[in-house]
């Protein structure tokens, strides 16, 4: 059971990327997938999460507007599609899935998978 976080880059403020969470060993259609994001020298916080219906998708209020979860059954890939970036959205994102259901998925505390990473950059 993997996740592989990807899509990360340097980019303006203003620009846009799109965020892939990769599975492999099991089904997305299954679970529900958050994603969080650690600033350097701050704690891990979260950014966005789909239930395992995508009938429900939850975001913090800094990215709100800003930032799309979606979900893609044929690719076993969740996205984050994140537009109009700034530079407080520069962050390593990690991509995780929870251990249970119905559980509280803004909390870092309920996932049991995590992929590696990757670098968001955005400048000024």
């Known amino acids: 059971v993997q996740l592989q976080a990807s899509g990360g880059g340097l980019v303006q403020a203003g620009g846009s990327l799109r965020l892939s969470c990769a599975a492999s060993?099991?089904?997305?259609?299954?679970?529900?997938i958050g994603w969080f994001r650690q600033a350097p020298g701050k704690e891990r916080e979260f950014v966005s999460a789909?239930?395992?219906?995508?009938?429900?998708?939850y975001y913090a209020d800094s990215v709100k507007g800003r930032f799309t979860i979606s979900r893609d059954s044929a690719d076993n890939t969740v996205y984050l599609q994140m537009n109009n970036l700034k530079p407080e959205d520069t962050a390593v994102y990690y991509c995780?899935?929870?251990?249970?259901?119905?559980?509280?998925?803004?909390?870092?505390?309920?996932?049991?998978?995590w992929g590696q990473g990757t670098l968001v950059t955005v400048s000024s």
């Open positions: 995780g899935k929870p251990k249970a259901y119905g559980i509280d998925l803004t909390q870092e505390s309920v996932y049991s998978v």
């Open positions: 060993g099991f089904s997305l259609e299954d679970y529900a």
């Open positions: 789909t239930t395992w219906s995508g009938k429900n998708s």
